[in-house]
């Protein structure tokens, strides 16, 4: 393991661990010890790391508050108060959506599907821009406090920064901020398709957030909903099952497929 600090090679292995268990180093050049998690966002924190990341994908991917997750992590014998846990999401959220966006940069069909949904903030209705392809698959998602054509000119700049391509067709409502920005942004190469029917399928994409976004009765600040809305997107696609040439998977299929992930995104995230 190379030094975090002068990034030496030249490096010993002690016997001694921490008090979570984790191995320490004394790097020669430098002459300083290091151990498994110095350098990496987990540093200061005074539980493990599989602990911590747990708590935050529990948090994004099923129905759970604050004291939910904190009442199953006290039965696995962790003592943690929710307040801890709202600090991890606000500390670790962003990592797993950095993470996730990277995995699948430059990845997406010909194929754009665009909506937006409400979402209740501070008791206001704000808007929740989001693009799929095809396929399902997520392309981007953007909350933001108004619905104009500056903000789809905004989102439409991410989602080319994102996917690293232009489409070839691009299906949305008949808002007529659309329009101008896929002009702007896109070209006039780019077909845009306006009818209601085909834009359905961006619709029922929806259904999750929404789902995720009822029981917890809205949330308290822009910043907070925000972070919350594209994590929870960014963690659904990755674990959504793709059939490939599976036509009607098992649910032990669906299981195993589903561990697999999850067992990997947590081994990238502790690296």
């Known amino acids: 393991m190379s030094c975090p600090r002068c990034q030496s090679q030249s490096t010993l292995k002690r016997r001694t661990r921490t008090s979570l268990g984790y191995r320490i180093y004394y790097c020669r050049t430098c002459r300083r010890r290091f151990n498994e998690r110095t350098g990496t966002p987990f540093n200061d924190l005074q539980f493990p790391t599989d602990i911590v990341l747990m708590s935050v994908l529990w948090r994004l991917r099923y129905k759970l508050s604050f004291r939910d997750v904190a009442e199953l992590l006290w039965q696995r014998g962790f003592k943690i108060s929710h307040e801890t846990i709202r600090s991890w999401e606000y500390r670790f959220a962003p990592i797993v959506s950095q993470k996730l966006r990277s995995r699948r940069h430059g990845r997406s069909g010909h194929s754009w599907y665009l909506d937006e949904t409400y979402v209740k903030v501070n008791g206001h209705w704000r808007y929740l821009y989001r693009a799929i392809d095809r396929d399902g698959n997520l392309l981007d998602s953007m909350l933001s406090e108004h619905r104009d054509k500056h903000t789809a000119r905004r989102f439409l700049r991410r989602l080319l920064q994102t996917t690293d391509r232009k ?105």
């Not at 002009?183 to 398709?193: D, F, P």
């Open 167 to 271: 489409p070839l067709r691009l299906t949305t409502d008949k808002h007529p901020a659309y329009r101008k920005a896929i002009r702007w942004i896109v070209g006039r190469k780019a077909l845009h398709r306006t009818d209601q029917y085909l834009n359905n399928r961006t619709e029922q994409s929806h259904r999750p957030i929404k789902q995720r976004y009822y029981p917890m009765l809205g949330f308290k600040c822009f910043e907070s909903a925000s972070r919350f809305c594209t994590a929870f997107d960014e963690l659904r696609n990755y674990l959504k099952f793709e059939l490939g040439d599976i036509v009607a998977p098992t649910s032990p299929q669906r299981r195993d497929a589903f561990n697999r992930r999850w067992s990997t995104l947590m081994a990238e995230l502790s690296a």
